[in-house]
C-alpha cells in the first residue's frame, strides 16, 4: 500500500521521518507492506534522503492508483481543502492535522468520505500527540458525552504558566515563547484564542453529533490578561488557564461552547496542566470524567498521530461507520450572555464603595486579596449570574466612574 | 448480531444496563442491529426485566451460532478461562473486564481469537472507564513505548489519599473504603499490590510485546505505610502512591518492573490523582509523555468499557493485527534489586549517629522533618543508589541496632 504526504513542513516532515524511523513495526501493526511513495511541496529538497520521493504535481499522485492513503498536513483551508476532497472522491482515504479544515468542513468531508468507502481521519487535528478523537468515537462508544473541557493550546499555556511560575508578563513570556519556537511571529490565532475555538468546535461536532462552527463560538483570548489578575487567583488557589469548552444542550437547548481564560483550582487534573502540555476533559454519563493530557503540539507528537490514522486507514475496510456527525448551518450554539456563570472581576473607583455596592447588586461575593493592592481596588468572585445580569450590573459600575481592570470567568474543572 | 454476557454481578448487571440504555446510539455506532440475547448466571433472576434472557446453560450459548461476541465479566480464572477458550474456538469474539485471566493467559488467547479470525478484547481490564488498552496499541501505534507507570488501583489510591489529605491512619481509611463499597472484605488483592501488579503487566506485555507474568513483578502494596512517613513527603512537596511501572529493556536487557509505593511531586499528574481514580503516563518515543486519567473501576465507567469492545467487535471483519503479543516462558523481568532509585528512609536508633554516618555510606543525602519528630528519628532521601546496595547498606545498620521505620522509593513521575 503506498502513501503520499502533502506538505513538507514541520508537520510532514515529522510524519516522513516518523514513516521511515518505524517503518517495519508499522507494517506489522498494519498487516502489510507499506510505502511513502510521494511526498508533495512545491519547494525542492535536492538534499532531502527522500529526494526522489518529491513531486509538485498533485495530478500525479491522485491518478496513482497504488496510493490509497494521503496525509494532508498543508494546514488552511486552500488548497488543502480541494486536495482533501479530490483524494476522497478518488477513492483514497486521507488523514490531516488541519484544524482549521476540518473546523470548519469536516461534516463535508466526512460525508465525501463516507460515499466513496473510504476515511477521513484527524486524531493530529486536536491535542496533537494525545490520542483523543478516536478515545472520544471509539472507546467512548458506549456513553453520552455531556461535557467537554480542555486546555486545547500550547502556546497560550506556556505564556500563563511564565506568568503564574516566574511573574513574568504577557508580553515577556509571549516574546519568550516566540524565540523557543513556540509561538508565530504573528501570534494572534493562539493568543486571542482562535486555535483553541476550532479544536473545541471539532470535539463539539463529535461529541454532540452536528457541525459547531468557530463563527457561532464566544472567543475571548489571553491578551488582556495581567499579573494582577494571577496573584488575585493564586490567593484562592486557583491559576489562570484558557479554557476551550462545550456542553450538549438540554431537551433541545442549544449548545453552550465557549473559548475564554478562567480561574481553575491549581490542583485539578486540569489545573497542573503547564507548559506547552494540553489537557482535555470529557465527562460522559457512564465514565463520569476521563482527562487525556500531553504534548498538544510539536513536529513529532503530531506526526506520531498523522501516522496512526494512516495505519489505521491502512486497517479499514470501510468507512468507520462511528466517526461522523451530521452538517448543519450554524447558529446552534447559544448566546454566551444566556451562560450562568460566577465571574472574577478586579475594580478601582476612588468614589464608590466597592465592596457595599457589589453586595448590594450581587448578594454575598468573595472578596481576594494580593500583595501590594492599592487602596482604590477592589477584587472579587461575584457569586453565579447570567453573563447578562452581570454585564447589566457591570456597566452600571462604569458609569458611576468604576474602571473595571479585569474580569475572568470562575471554573469547577 | 447477538451477544451474550457471562456473569450478572456488578460488572455484568452494569453491561446489561448500558447495553440497554444507549441501545439505539450503539447500533448506529456499530452500523447493525444489536441484541443482548443471554446472560448466564448460575442465580436466578425471576424480577429483573431481562428474566427471560438469563440461562445457566453455558453450551447453549457455545451452539448458538447468531451470538458473535461474549462478554466474560465472571472475574477469576475458572470457569473464565475455559468459557473464553471455547467461546474463541467457536469462531465468538470475546470482551472482559477479567484482569486476572488477561495477565495470566493473554498471549495465549489472543492467539487463539486470530487463528477463529475473531477478538480478544479487554479495554475494562485496566483503568476501568479510562481509554488505555485501544490508544495504547493504535493511536500510539507510530510510537515505540519505553515506560508506562501508573496509579492503577482505586482503592489503594482512595485509603492514601485519606491518609494524605485527612491524616486518617491506615486502618481506619482501610475500613471506610469498606464501608463504601470500594474495598472488599478481604482487601488482600487491593492492598498488597497484587490488582496493580495484573495491570501493570497487561500494559507491559501490551506495549514491549511479550507476555510478562503477575509472578516475575516485584510487587509490595500500602500496608507499611504511616502517617509518619506521609508527613515527610509532604516536607519535600511529595505524596505518596501505589505506582506500578514498567520500562523497556535497552539492548537486548530485561524489562523492569515493578509495583510499590513510591514519593512523586504532588503537584505532577500523577500526583494529583486523587480519591479513586487511576492515572496512566505512558511514555513513547514520539508522542513524549502522555496521560490517561479517570474512574479506574465502578460499575458503569467499567461496564461502558465493555460495551465499547462489544461495538468494536461488532465492527470488525477480522481480528485486530495489532492487539497481540508473543508468549513468553516468564523470567523476562529483572532482578528488583538490579534497579537503581533514590529512596526514602526512616530510621531510629538511640545511639548511632544517623545523618553522619549515613553521609558516609551513601554521600550527600537530603534530610527531610516533621512536626513532632522524635530525637532519635531519622528521615532523608538517599542519593540514586541499586536496590541491591541500598540494601546491604541497611543491613549494617539494621546490625548496629538501627529500627528502620519506613523506606519508600522516591520517583521523578
Given at each position: 500500500?503506498?502513501?503520499?504526504?502533502?506538505?513538507?513542513?514541520?508537520v510532514?516532515?515529522?510524519?516522513?521521518?516518523?514513516?521511515?524511523?518505524?517503518?517495519e513495526?508499522?507494517?506489522?501493526?498494519?498487516?502489510?507492506?507499506?510505502?511513502?511513495?510521494?511526498?508533495?511541496?512545491?519547494?525542492?529538497?535536492?538534499?532531502s534522503?527522500?529526494?526522489?520521493?518529491?513531486?509538485?504535481?498533485?495530478?500525479?499522485?491522485?491518478?496513482?492508483?497504488?496510493?490509497?492513503?494521503?496525509?494532508?498536513?498543508?494546514g488552511g483551508?486552500?488548497?488543502?481543502?480541494?486536495?482533501?476532497?479530490?483524494?476522497?472522491?478518488?477513492?483514497?482515504?486521507?488523514?490531516?492535522?488541519?484544524?482549521?479544515?476540518?473546523?470548519?468542513?469536516g461534516?463535508?468531508?466526512?460525508?465525501?468520505?463516507?460515499?466513496?468507502?473510504v476515511?477521513?481521519?484527524?486524531?493530529?487535528?486536536?491535542?496533537?500527540?494525545?490520542?483523543?478523537?478516536?478515545?472520544?468515537?471509539?472507546?467512548?462508544?458506549?456513553?453520552?458525552?455531556?461535557?467537554?473541557?480542555?486546555?486545547?493550546?500550547?502556546?497560550?499555556?506556556?505564556?500563563?504558566?511564565?506568568?503564574?511560575?516566574?511573574?513574568?508578563?504577557?508580553?515577556?513570556?509571549?516574546?519568550?515563547?516566540?524565540?523557543?519556537?513556540?509561538?508565530e511571529?504573528?501570534?494572534?490565532?493562539?493568543v486571542?484564542?482562535?486555535?483553541?475555538c476550532?479544536?473545541?468546535?471539532?470535539?463539539a461536532?463529535?461529541?454532540?453529533?452536528?457541525?459547531?462552527?468557530?463563527?457561532?463560538?464566544?472567543?475571548?483570548?489571553?491578551t488582556?490578561?495581567?499579573?494582577?489578575?494571577?496573584?488575585?487567583?493564586?490567593?484562592?488557589?486557583?491559576?489562570?488557564k484558557?479554557?476551550?469548552?462545550?456542553?450538549?444542550?438540554?431537551?433541545?437547548?442549544?449548545?453552550?461552547?465557549?473559548?475564554?481564560?478562567?480561574?481553575?483550582?491549581?490542583?485539578?487534573?486540569?489545573?497542573?496542566?503547564?507548559?506547552?502540555?494540553?489537557?482535555?476533559?470529557?465527562?460522559?454519563?457512564?465514565?463520569?470524567?476521563?482527562?487525556?493530557?500531553g504534548?498538544?503540539?510539536?513536529?513529532?507528537?503530531?506526526?506520531?498521530a498523522?501516522?496512526?490514522?494512516?495505519?489505521?486507514?491502512?486497517?479499514?475496510s470501510?468507512?468507520?461507520?462511528?466517526?461522523?456527525w451530521?452538517?448543519?448551518?450554524?447558529?446552534?450554539?447559544?448566546?454566551?450572555?444566556?451562560?450562568?456563570?460566577?465571574?472574577?472581576?478586579?475594580?478601582?473607583?476612588?468614589?464608590?464603595?466597592?465592596?457595599?455596592?457589589?453586595?448590594?447588586?450581587?448578594?454575598?461575593?468573595q472578596?481576594?486579596?494580593?500583595d501590594?493592592?492599592?487602596?482604590?481596588?477592589?477584587?472579587?468572585?461575584?457569586?453565579?449570574r447570567k453573563?447578562r445580569?452581570i454585564?447589566?450590573?457591570?456597566?452600571?459600575?462604569?458609569?458611576?466612574g468604576?474602571?473595571?481592570?479585569?474580569?475572568?470567568?470562575?471554573?469547577?474543572?
Amino acid at each position: 500500500m503506498n502513501i503520499a504526504v502533502l506538505g513538507y513542513g514541520t508537520v510532514g516532515s515529522g510524519v516522513v521521518e516518523v514513516f521511515f524511523k518505524n517503518r517495519e513495526n508499522l507494517q506489522k501493526k498494519a498487516g502489510q507492506d507499506l510505502d511513502l511513495k510521494y511526498i508533495l511541496d512545491v519547494r525542492e529538497f535536492p538534499d532531502s534522503p527522500y529526494a526522489d520521493r518529491f513531486t509538485k504535481d498533485f495530478q500525479q499522485i491522485v491518478e496513482d492508483d497504488s496510493v490509497k492513503v494521503v496525509a494532508e498536513v498543508i494546514g488552511g483551508l486552500e488548497p488543502a481543502y480541494t486536495f482533501t476532497k479530490t483524494c476522497l472522491e478518488h477513492g483514497k482515504s486521507v488523514v490531516t492535522s488541519n484544524k482549521e479544515l476540518v473546523a470548519q468542513k469536516g461534516a463535508e468531508l466526512l460525508a465525501i468520505a463516507r460515499e466513496n468507502h473510504v476515511n477521513y481521519l484527524f486524531e493530529a487535528s486536536v491535542g496533537g500527540g494525545i490520542p483523543i478523537i478516536r478515545p472520544l468515537h471509539m472507546c467512548l462508544a458506549a456513553n453520552r458525552i455531556d461535557e467537554i473541557a480542555g486546555i486545547l493550546n500550547g502556546t497560550t499555556n506556556f505564556i500563563l504558566t511564565k506568568m503564574i511560575r516566574e511573574n513574568m508578563s504577557f508580553q515577556d513570556a509571549l516574546a519568550l515563547a516566540q524565540k523557543l519556537g513556540y509561538a508565530e511571529r504573528d501570534p494572534s490565532a493562539d493568543v486571542e484564542g482562535k486555535d483553541a475555538c476550532r479544536k473545541i468546535c471539532i470535539l463539539a461536532s463529535l461529541s454532540f453529533g452536528e457541525h459547531v462552527f468557530p463563527k457561532d463560538v464566544y472567543t475571548e483570548g489571553i491578551t488582556e490578561i495581567t499579573l494582577e489578575d494571577v496573584a488575585y487567583a493564586a490567593s484562592c488557589d486557583c491559576v489562570i488557564k484558557l479554557i476551550g469548552r462545550a456542553k450538549r444542550g438540554q431537551d433541545g437547548e442549544k449548545i453552550m461552547a465557549m473559548v475564554s481564560p478562567a480561574f481553575i483550582h491549581h490542583e485539578s487534573q486540569l489545573g497542573t496542566v503547564d507548559d506547552v502540555f494540553n489537557g482535555i476533559l470529557v465527562r460522559g454519563d457512564a465514565t463520569g470524567d476521563v482527562v487525556f493530557y500531553g504534548k498538544g503540539a510539536g513536529k513529532l507528537p503530531t506526526a506520531s498521530a498523522v501516522v496512526g490514522d494512516i495505519i489505521e486507514c491502512a486497517k479499514a475496510s470501510d468507512t468507520s461507520p462511528s466517526l461522523r456527525w451530521n452538517p448543519s448551518q450554524g447558529g446552534n450554539v447559544a448566546d454566551h450572555l444566556e451562560n450562568s456563570t460566577r465571574m472574577y472581576v478586579r475594580l478601582q473607583s476612588d468614589t464608590v464603595k466597592l465592596p457595599q455596592m457589589l453586595e448590594k447588586q450581587f448578594g454575598q461575593v468573595q472578596p481576594l486579596s494580593r500583595d501590594g493592592q492599592p487602596d482604590n481596588e477592589f477584587a472579587c468572585i461575584l457569586p453565579e449570574r447570567k453573563e447578562r445580569e452581570i454585564e447589566e450590573e457591570l456597566s452600571k459600575l462604569t458609569n458611576m466612574g468604576v474602571e473595571i481592570l479585569g474580569k475572568v470567568r470562575v471554573l469547577d474543572y
